[in-house]
T-cell receptor, first 111, second 115 residues
Framework: SQQGEEDPQALSIQEGENATMNCSYK?????LQWYRQNSGRGLVHLIL?????REKHSGRLRVTLDTSKKSSSLLITASRAADTASYFC???????????FGTGTRLQVFP | GAGVSQSPSNKVTEKGKDVELRCDPI?????LYWYRQSLGQGLEFLIY????????KSGLPSDRFSAERTGGSVSTLTIQRTQQEDSAVYLC?????????????FGPGTRLTVT
């Protein structure tokens, strides 16, 4: 079953604008990770946030986690054309040994 | 250092033929995962290996799919009697341990097309 659902499915913005993507999940989690995928190939890990954390930063990325609402958001500030990619959230759900990936948000940043 | 590699990068096969997809994980990573991604979709978990433990095959869609991991390193995903619905990108990932707290490192994938 799908654990994570990203919203929106697709997002188009201009360079310099901020991009916000949301992820909702169904069961309790221990941690949530965000990944990026270029051109339908391998995914690259961006950031991990634990269930006892509310916010985490990494460069232009800011991730928040609200366990009461079972949701997370990924904010990319001052976007660049090179940020164009698909972004996936992944949670451990009720399993302790594998991640369940969401459906992804396709981000297009126009120069 | 070397990342996760997969071969071939692209595979076109006729319906009914068998195919083998290979994954070379990062050296020292004990956990190895296979995923399938259909066009424009999310990742579908297929199978997971952790050390010498029995693999978690709960995601394999049918008995035509099998995988093995030799010597705790290289893994091969085999699809027998391929069907058109098997067309997808097959992604392999490895991590230091079989624990979702560790990030997964992905290979570039194998794009399988069944004609």
């Amino acid at each position: 079953s799908q654990q994570g659902e990203e919203d929106p499915q697709a997002l188009s913005i201009q360079e310099g604008e901020n991009a916000t993507m949301n992820c909702s999940y169904k069961t309790s989690i221990n941690n949530l990770q965000w990944y990026r995928q270029n051109s339908g190939r391998g995914l690259v890990h961006l950031i991990l946030i634990r269930s006892n954390e509310r916010e985490k930063h990494s460069g232009r990325l800011r991730v928040t986690l609200d366990t009461s609402k079972k949701s997370s958001s990924l904010l990319i500030t001052a976007s660049r054309a090179a940020d164009t990619a698909s972004y996936f959230c992944a949670t451990d759900g009720d399993s302790t040994d594998k991640l369940i990936f969401g459906t992804g948000t396709r981000l297009q940043v126009f120069p | 250092g070397a990342g996760v590699s997969q071969s071939p990068s692209n595979k076109v096969t006729e319906k009914g033929k068998d195919v083998e997809l290979r994954c070379d994980p990062i050296s020292g990573h004990t956990a190895l995962y296979w995923y399938r991604q259909s066009l424009g979709q999310g990742l579908e978990f297929l199978i997971y290996f952790q050390g010498n433990s029995a693999p978690d095959k709960s995601g394999l869609p049918s008995d035509r799919f099998s995988a093995e991991r030799t010597g705790g390193s290289v893994s091969t995903l085999t699809i027998q009697r391929t069907q058109q619905e098997d067309s997808a990108v097959y992604l392999c990932a490895s991590s230091l341990a079989g624990d979702p707290r560790f990030e997964q490192y992905f290979g570039p994938g194998t794009r399988l097309t069944v004609t």
